[in-house]
């Protein structure tokens, strides 16, 4: 899809409000020094909020099950990206600092923001008291859902047996660089602060006006796939279907888009052309995208020369599409720039980035797994049904499927990869359903790696040679030897 990446203004912004105070040094925490103020009237602190935008970490994507890898094009991508699809014990040098961590659009830089706004925004000028609460209601909202991806990345799959005792993320509420001790918080202490966050702030939240702005609905959908990762499916559709109240309260528009339309080159509606290899001339930017509610990209492969053949949809993934399926029209069967086809039918994604935040489809998938799993198979039938109208020419959920609870849910877990592939929410799903008592098999432990060559003269290409296992200690990324030095306190996974 096509869109532009906002980290540019973002950052001319960010110098702008905050100068001189980002270092050169790239040091854990080092961002502000010591006792800098950077702002003291309360508009300031809506800037500043508006520019602090949340992505989504691109390590999701490589380690998704619904990916292969295409030999010789992976050889060429970057060093990382390989680790990462290899589910590789390291996937950093020892001198080297997550990039997850310490980026520019890294968890820990965006958290220092977050904390700022909490911790100063009431005391600030200029403002009422109405507009101050807006203020750190939306902060604390960000902060939960960025700790959420940060826990995602670096830490294992929430298991209610085990989560008092499993490691979490160290619990930063202080805006401070010198602070030193990151000491890791359990995993259901982790949990619990994010749904503390979440649920303080959804009172002095607004309904839907921007896509960068966290709304009501917003915070409902992310409380909702908290939840989830708890397998707490009753509290996740009481916050679902909170989050659908709140649709017809939106000020700008919200609708699924008929991919039946908008997927068919032929259609008047279409978005196609495809712009060499690149991305549909037709596609909305992320701030139009009327499927999404809050706006979070995922920057994941690069899509020029043959880094682009390197990451595919996986044969077994395309097995999941039935003839009538538009969502294969948003990936490109060909090389990139070249007139070959990917073997098995494999393909890659087209456009620079992918909104992965809350959005509709996300929405209804949700309340049909938690209907599903309630044994609600009426209804669970009817949200898959309303998303898969827009989607194929054959949107009904076939009897077989609908016959029974563990049918349904595994017809809806697959559906989720139909809509979702390539955009790393895949890997949440993983996450959570690699300690599921009855749905753990719906996982791919490994990863496999395809010749495009006809490695054994059978006249097919794209046999596999390589395979990769997935370690249950792989779910959660290595801090690295650099970052454990410059941060007291904190510890390794395994």
Not at 37 to 55: E, F, G, P, S, V
Not at 127 to 133: C, F, H, R, S
Not at 284 to 306: F, K, L
Request: hydrophobic content about 40%.
């Amino acid at each position: 899809m096509r869109t532009f990446k906002p980290r540019y203004i973002h950052c001319l912004v960010l110098f702008a409000v905050l100068a001189p105070q980002l270092s050169c040094k790239k040091e854990f925490l080092e961002i502000v020094p010591k006792g800098q103020q950077i702002a003291t009237m309360t508009k300031d602190y809506r800037q500043i909020l508006n520019t602090n935008y949340l992505t989504q970490s691109n390590a999701s994507v490589y380690m998704g099950d619904e990916l292969a890898a295409l030999q010789p094009f992976i050889n060429e991508h970057t060093l990382r990206a390989q680790r990462l699809f290899k589910y590789a014990e390291r996937i950093y040098e020892a001198d080297q600092l997550p990039e997850e961590m310490s980026s520019e659009e890294g968890y820990i830089r965006r958290l220092y923001v977050f904390n700022k706004i909490i911790n100063e925004v009431m005391d600030s000028q200029g403002g009422t008291e109405m507009e101050k609460k807006a203020i750190l209601a939306e902060a604390k909202a960000g902060r939960a859902i960025c700790n959420f991806l940060f826990l995602t990345d670096f830490s294992t799959p929430y298991n209610p047996a085990t989560a008092a005792t499993e490691l979490g993320i160290p619990g930063l509420t202080k805006a401070d660089v010198t602070l030193t001790d990151f000491k890791r918080q359990t995993k259901q202490e982790s949990y619990e602060q994010i749904i503390s966050d979440l649920t303080d702030a959804i009172p002095d939240l607004g309904p839907l006006e921007h896509r960068r702005k966290i709304s009501r609905l917003a915070a409902h959908f992310y409380l909702a796939r908290i939840y989830m990762a708890m397998q707490n499916f009753d509290a996740a559709k009481q916050q679902l279907d909170e989050a659908i109240a709140e649709i017809p309260k939106s000020t700008i528009p919200l609708a699924l888009y008929d991919y039946n339309k908008v997927l068919d080159p032929d259609a008047d509606e279409t978005w196609f052309p495809l712009l060499l290899g690149l991305f549909l001339v037709g596609s909305p930017q992320p701030a139009e995208n009327t499927q999404t509610i809050y706006n979070i990209q995922v920057y994941a492969v690069s899509y020029v020369g043959g880094n682009a053949n390197a990451f595919l949809l996986s044969p077994a993934t395309i097995a999941l599409f039935d003839p009538q399926d538009k969502r294969p029209n948003m990936f490109d069967p060909l090389e990139f720039n070249g007139s070959a086809t990917f073997p098995l039918g494999m393909r890659h994604p087209i456009g620079f980035g992918t909104p992965v935040g809350p959005s509709l489809p996300d929405l209804y998938l949700m309340r049909a797994e938690c209907r599903a799993r309630a044994n609600d198979l009426a209804g669970a039938v009817s949200d898959v049904e309303l998303l898969r109208a827009q989607r194929t020419g054959a949107p009904a959920v076939p009897p077989a499927a609908a016959a029974s609870k563990e049918t349904l849910v595994r017809y809806i877990l697959d559906e989720r990869i139909r809509e979702f592939a390539f955009t790393g929410l895949r890997w949440l799903d993983m996450r959570r359903l690699s300690v599921d008592p009855v749905y753990h098999d719906h996982v791919r432990y490994a990863h496999e790696v395809r010749s495009i060559e006809d490695v054994n003269s059978d006249g097919v290409a794209g046999d596999v040679v390589e395979t990769h296992e997935l370690d249950p200690k792989r779910f959660a990324l290595k801090f690295g030897e650099r970052m454990l030095r410059e941060s007291k306190g904190l510890e390794e996974n395994p």
